[in-house]
């Protein structure tokens, strides 16, 4: 065999796991089948605005370990996450929060504003919350399920809250006190030149092809190297054996805008579903970018079909069955290991990639 290891994959997940083996010696070799590295996270400058071409990526994390690793690789901002959102003409802060309570209520204690998603959770006579919809009703009421969620939630996942799990709410924080930071983690920032600087650093030693995708080789690859890692779609590995796996699409249209400040704030949620996008990115705002002009980006949620860019896994009952086969099976592998946010099939944050990539690398070791 030529290599010790064939990643597939140059996102995060394949750039770790590549670093830490080639560090040690080991052989790898890393295919991509886009026509850049970094998976996800890349980012690009243009006028000098470093542009996360696959939507604001920010780095948050509680994990000490997981930030002084990637902290090796970049310095990183003090950059807080505030997004406002717009409904129709009103403006809220996000997450929820006194001031969003406020905005919406006119409410200023926090006695009167749990008054309020008490009285609203009791109408809807929601006592044990089994889907997105009764559990964001439960946390913040539903004056904020209909103006923030709603429509936000079913442009981002083209599914009824009611059919949506409820953990996805879940990710956003609910205070009551006046704090607009959207992440409740220790450490937080944005990576200063971009995180595409960082999978530099991490491959530096690692070679890599671009635009190659093992599947129009896969006989090929499979003879190259002892041992695969596959970030890829899990269910695409397994030729679709069990059935296909739901994902949701993304489409991101990037424009240069005349103007030195655009909307005033790096994040912008459009919440109602007559707006087809969900966001908008001011991208010079992540690392307070001095230019005359800006770039924005509106992120178009769409359904995903075979071909296009698979960005979320859909969580719910009757995918995570069809998981649990392909799962299974990719744990009798004994020369393929599986990681990243694809071949788990799991909503996976920055941070915890790195976190299961570190796992991986010391478990390989070990066995
Ligand atoms: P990926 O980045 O998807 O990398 C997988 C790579 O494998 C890709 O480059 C792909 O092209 C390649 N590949 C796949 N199949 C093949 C094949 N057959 N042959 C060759 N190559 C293949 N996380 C945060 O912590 N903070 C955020 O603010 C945040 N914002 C996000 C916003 C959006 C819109 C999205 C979609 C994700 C966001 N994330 C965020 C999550 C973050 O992007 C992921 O956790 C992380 O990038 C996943 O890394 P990965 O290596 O698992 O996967
Ligand atoms: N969400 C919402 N309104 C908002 C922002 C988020 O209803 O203004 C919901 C929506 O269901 C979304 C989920 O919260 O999918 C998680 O939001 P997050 O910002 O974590 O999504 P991501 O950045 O991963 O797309």
Redo the contacts with the bound molecule.
Sequence with gaps: MKYDYLI???????SIFAYEMSKIGKKCLI????DHIG???FTKSIENINVHK???????TNDKEVWEYISQFAEFNRYTNSPVAIYKDELFNLPFNMNTFYQMWGVKSPAEAKKIIAKQKKESNIDNPSNLEEKAISLVGKDIYEKLIKGYTEKQWGKKCCELPSFIIERLPVRFIFDNNYFNDLYQGIPLGGYTKIIQKLLNNVEVKLN????DEREKWEKIADKIVF???IDQYYDYCFGELEYRS?NFKHYIKDTDNYQGNAVINFTESSIPFTRIIEHKHFEKTESEKTIITE?YPSPWEKGMEA??PINDEKNSNIFKKYDDLSNKESNVIFG???AKYKY????E?IKEALATVKKELND
């Design positions: 597939v994959g140059s996102g995060l997940f394949g295919i991509e089948k886009r998976g996800n996270v696959y939507g604001a990526h920010i780095f948050h190659c995708d093992f599947f970030t890829g779609m993304l992120e960005y979320y990243g946010r694809l996976y944050d920055m941070w990639v």
